[in-house]
């Protein structure tokens, strides 16, 4: 994994890899096949944690409070120690799916998945699907941002701090403010 946190994916090959952890090349092309099913496998963990937020939970049953302890629990387990080589990674897979057909649509795919969940989850909430559209993608992108300047600083503490005030902006801008401008169309 020592190669992997410090070779750019662009650059990655079988001969790269074998050299740095000194086996034979064969052994990573009969293994894995594909330079492409190489990076799929390194990325594989990352977006495997992702993944397993996602899907432990039935998030249609939350309600905001636990949505808000839910969504806070997986944005502060993916700041654990080891995670900004996995960070890293993603972002550099995200940049180069639409130019390097051998990454593949993994980290764009997951992404796409966080977001489609929390749009549903709010529609669930009573909110319109174009607004619930926007809200989903308005979460999704700064915690995205937070990630990436976490995997720039290291600092978790003002990650996490961070997150919190965003958290209440989101909270009083989707149902605050929408429920304020509920009463004053009805009065």
């Given at each position: 994994m020592d190669h992997v946190a410090t070779e750019p994916l662009s650059r990655m090959t079988f001969r790269s890899l074998a050299s740095?952890?000194?086996?034979?090349t064969y052994s990573f092309?009969?293994?894995f096949g594909s330079r492409q099913e190489m990076i799929d496998a390194i990325l594989e963990e990352g977006v495997r944690q992702q993944s397993e937020a996602l899907t432990s939970v039935d998030l249609s049953a939350f309600d905001r409070a636990?949505?808000?302890?839910?969504?806070r629990e997986a944005f502060r387990a993916s700041l654990q120690d080891g995670s900004r080589?996995?960070?890293?990674?993603q972002f550099?897979?995200?940049?180069?799916?639409?130019?390097d057909p051998d990454i593949g649509q993994r980290v764009t795919t997951s992404f796409k998945a966080w977001r489609d969940l929390v749009k549903a989850w709010l529609k669930k909430q009573g909110i319109d699907t174009r607004r619930a559209g926007v809200l989903a993608n308005w979460?999704?992108?700064t915690a995205a941002g937070l990630h990436f300047g976490f995997?720039?600083?290291g600092e978790r503490t003002a990650t996490m701090a961070a997150f919190d005030v965003f958290m209440a902006a989101f909270e009083r801008e989707a149902f605050e403010d929408a429920e304020a401008r509920a009463v004053q169309a009805a009065g």
């Open positions: 740095a952890l000194g086996v034979s092309v009969y293994h636990q949505f808000h302890d839910w969504y080589t996995s960070l890293r990674l550099e897979a995200g940049a180069l799916e639409p130019v979460l999704v992108d995997l720039l600083t």
